[in-house]
T-cell receptor, first 115, second 109 residues
Framework: DTAVSQTPKYLVTQMGNDKSIKCEQNLGHDTMYWYKQDSKKFLKIMFSYNNKELIINETVPNRFSPKSPDKAHLNLHINSLELGDSAVYFC??????????????FGQGTRLTVV | GQQLNQSPQSMFIQEGEDVSMNCTSSSIFNTWLWYKQDPGEGPVLLIALYKAGELTSNGRLTAQFGITRKDSFLNISASIPSDVGIYFCAGPPDDKIIFGKGTRLHILP
């Protein structure tokens, strides 16, 4: 059973398009995240949702809109894609309301290439 | 914002050598996490540390939670080819988990 699954694994699209990435976790965690990993492999948090509510938005352009229909799902919609959006996007989940507090579990990533 | 400074950035070693890397933060952490990322995969947790001074092992890996609560160390003993990858330290200030910039471990043939 995959704990954190995100789709698609690869996404190639043209500039200006709108695309979505989906994420689901079956761990019963209360918090989900989106991270962006750039070409230098730096992992930067973008958003954090706790029980479907946005708690962290790390100055991400408003072209990026996360949506959490329930606490097991956190989707990422990106409007008007730009070349600089090309990166690997990781979804993760953790249990922040403890104890016990748990570490973050990551999905396999979505490699987004904007051409 | 808060930052984690991880060093070294890269390491080139021979198989069988021991490896040490460390991470420091600008503020006190209550938890330190060490992750490894293989190519094409998401980061996977290696060791979690919850108490200052704690020393925890996972096979050939040993991590320590610094007494000042502002640093942590990861050691890998007798490295093998599958240890190649990127190692990240991480910690949860506030309601998020932030990551260091990673230590890239290369094993020379």
């Amino acid at each position: 059973d995959t704990a954190v699954s995100q789709t698609p694994k690869y996404l190639v699209t043209q500039m200006g398009n709108d695309k979505s990435i989906k994420c689901e976790q079956n761990l019963g965690h209360d918090t989900m995240y989106w991270y962006k990993q750039d070409s230098k492999k730096f992992l930067k948090i973008m958003f954090s949702y706790n029980n479907k509510e946005l708690i962290i938005n790390e100055t991400v352009p408003n072209r990026f809109s996360p949506k959490s229909p329930d606490k097991a799902h956190l989707n990422l919609h990106i409007n008007s894609l730009e070349l600089g959006d090309s990166a690997v996007y990781f979804c993760a989940s953790s249990q922040l309301e403890g104890p016990p507090w748990t570490e973050a579990f990551f999905g396999q990533g979505t490699r987004l290439t904007v051409v | 914002g808060q930052q984690l400074n991880q060093s070294p950035q890269s390491m080139f070693i021979q198989e069988g050598e021991d490896v040490s890397m460390n991470c420091t933060s600008s503020s006190i952490f209550n938890t330190w996490l060490w992750y490894k990322q293989d190519p094409g995969e998401g980061p996977v947790l290696l060791i979690a540390l919850y108490k200052a001074g704690e020393l925890t092992s996972n096979g050939r890996l040993t991590a320590q939670f610094g007494i000042t609560r502002k640093d942590s160390f990861l050691n890998i003993s007798a490295s093998i080819p599958s240890d190649v990858g990127i190692y990240f330290c991480a910690g949860p200030p506030d309601d998020k988990i932030i990551f260091g910039k990673g230590t890239r471990l290369h094993i020379l043939p």
